[in-house]
């Protein structure tokens, strides 16, 4: 099993460009999540997605879209491409146990992707 | 708005000796994940804790959880260099049903010197 695999590994824009990320896992998984690291900041939840065609707002969502077309794969969309969005975006998957008591799984990171916006 | 906060941000240590990263959170919560990053890697699952008396050990490290003060601590026995990584600590902010929306720390990065 490949796990999660993002694509591409590094990207430059220029300011007012548009980019497609693409993450894809292999382990079946329902929900998928894309975040952003920056520096002294930790990561940064941007949208989330508990199952094939749904989608939802994370902390920092604002400048980005996703979709969900398929279970294996979130797609994270930047429109016009700003220098605050330079960062390291990383994609993971996991399963939530919804039952009380059960064990919640954690999530499982893709490699990251290094974009840098001049 | 739940806050996670790690400290200390930096720590320098010595092969052989313990410490432990601590890891509050603001609001209630009974799920808390450590996880290591590597330099230019990704995250990789360390422990999770998703009871309160919480303990899980894996070689050197051990992590528990405290519920009640709101705190999880990343203890480390006998530091090799190995060891040298980033570790962060994330909550699930729901209560008692898992969203595994995490909010993660700023993340700790551990240098054990020879």
């Known amino acids: 099993n490949a796990g999660v695999t993002q694509t591409p590994k590094f990207r430059v824009l220029k300011t007012g460009q548009s980019m497609t990320l693409l993450c894809a896992q292999d382990?079946?998984?329902?929900?998928m999540y894309w975040y952003r690291q920056d520096p002294g900041m930790g990561l940064r939840l941007i949208h989330y997605?508990?199952?094939?065609?749904?989608?939802a707002k994370g902390e920092v969502p604002d400048g980005y879209n996703v979709s969900r077309l398929k279970k294996q794969n979130f797609l994270l969309g930047l429109e016009s491409a700003a220098p605050s969005q330079t960062s390291v975006y990383f994609c993971?998957?996991?399963?939530?146990?919804?039952?009380?008591?059960?064990?919640?799984?954690?999530?499982?990171f893709g490699p990251g992707t290094r974009l840098t916006v001049l | 708005e739940l806050k996670v906060e790690q400290n200390p941000l930096f720590l320098s240590m010595q092969e052989g000796k313990n410490y432990t990263i601590y890891c509050n959170y603001s609001t209630t919560s009974d799920r808390l994940y450590w996880y290591r990053q590597d330099p230019g890697k990704s995250l990789e699952s360390l422990f999770v804790l998703l009871s309160n008396g919480a303990v899980k050990q894996e070689g050197r490290l051990m992590a528990s959880l405290d519920t009640k003060a709101r705190l999880s601590t990343l203890h480390i026995t006998a530091a090799v260099h190995d060891l040298s990584a980033t570790y962060f600590c994330?909550?699930?902010?729901?209560?008692?049903?898992?969203?595994?929306?995490?909010?993660f720390g700023t993340g700790t990065l551990l240098a054990v010197q020879p």
């Open positions: 997605s508990v199952g094939e065609g749904t989608t």
């Open positions: 382990m079946n998984h329902e929900y």
């Open positions: 993971a998957s996991g399963f939530v146990t919804h039952l009380p008591g059960l064990a919640s799984d954690t999530q499982y």
């Open positions: 994330a909550v699930d902010p729901n209560y008692g049903g898992a969203t595994n929306k995490l909010i």
